[in-house]
Nanobody
Framework: QVQLVESGGGLVQAGGSLRLSCAAS????????MGWFRQAPGKEREIVAR????????YYAGSVKGRFTISRDNAKNTVYLQMNSLKSEDTAVYYC?????????????????WGQGTQVTVSS
């Protein structure tokens, strides 16, 4: 069982930055590929960024590529999402998730453990 706790959300002006953190409880954290998802009101949950268990490979949705950076510190059992040049359309609840699959796939259905989410609001 893995417990995930996100933090770092808040209200920021367009063009600003936030860094989200996701702390994991599992001692086997290093074996889990991770993903950051977001869900805006009335929309489906969508993938934002993904990272392999080792942290060696990362993937990004086209809408955030070049602005967001996913990383992980396996010694601290934490995954991060650095968000720069934020836009109003980035407003959503952001979730981190862990998967028991070998790779961090895009579908939320393939993720086994979820955090409670953290609200990010970007004002224009």
């Amino acid at each position: 069982q893995v417990q995930l706790v996100e933090s770092g959300g808040g209200l920021v002006q367009a063009g600003g930055s936030l860094r989200l953190s996701c702390a994991a409880s599992a001692r086997t954290f290093t074996s889990y590929p991770m993903g950051w998802f977001r869900q805006a009101p009335g929309k489906e949950r969508e993938i934002v960024a993904r990272i392999t268990a080792s942290g060696g490979t990362t993937y990004y949705a086209g809408s955030v590529k070049g602005r967001f950076t996913i990383s992980r510190d396996n010694a601290k059992n934490t995954v991060y999402l650095q968000m720069n040049s934020l836009k109003s359309e980035d407003t959503a609840v952001y979730y981190c998730a862990a998967t028991t699959q070998a790779l961090p796939y895009t579908s939320p259905r393939l993720y086994d453990y979820w955090g409670q989410g953290t609200q990010v609001t970007v004002s224009s």
